[in-house]
């Protein structure tokens, strides 16, 4: 199994940045992709960002320009860079890692964008 653990979130301004780092405890080369997902209150839960080991990546519309996801094989490490944070970004995100057909969630971290 992969345990997942979040960190870098909290309480930042319109228009601030913030970095979200999801460690993983297995070697990132058993993981074929890991990514964002996030929740709103009462909303659906959406993809954020995934990253797969070519590389590929894939945003969610509302964040494409703003939000960068990248991935740290050394580290066994992803990061979601979030630049231009708007008030509607604010929700929970949430880790995932797809290994051998089987998604693994983080615990959920939370993003509040509000001056």
């Known amino acids: 199994q992969v345990q997942l653990v979040e960190s870098g979130g909290g309480l930042v301004q319109p228009g601030g940045s913030l970095r979200l780092s999801c460690a993983a405890s297995v070697r990132m080369f058993s993981i074929y992709a890991m990514g964002w997902y996030r929740q709103a209150p009462g909303k659906q839960r959406e993809l954020v960002a995934d990253?797969?080991?070519?590389?590929?990546?894939i945003y969610a519309d509302s964040v494409k320009g703003r939000f960068t996801i990248s991935r740290d094989n050394a580290k066994n490490t992803v990061y979601l860079q979030m630049n231009g944070l708007k008030p509607e970004d604010t929700a929970v995100y949430y880790c995932?890692?797809?290994?051998?057909?089987?998604?693994?969630w983080g615990q959920g971290i939370q993003v509040t964008v509000s001056s």
């Open positions: 995932v890692a797809t290994q051998s057909g089987y998604q693994y």
């Open positions: 990253i797969n080991t070519t590389y590929k990546t």
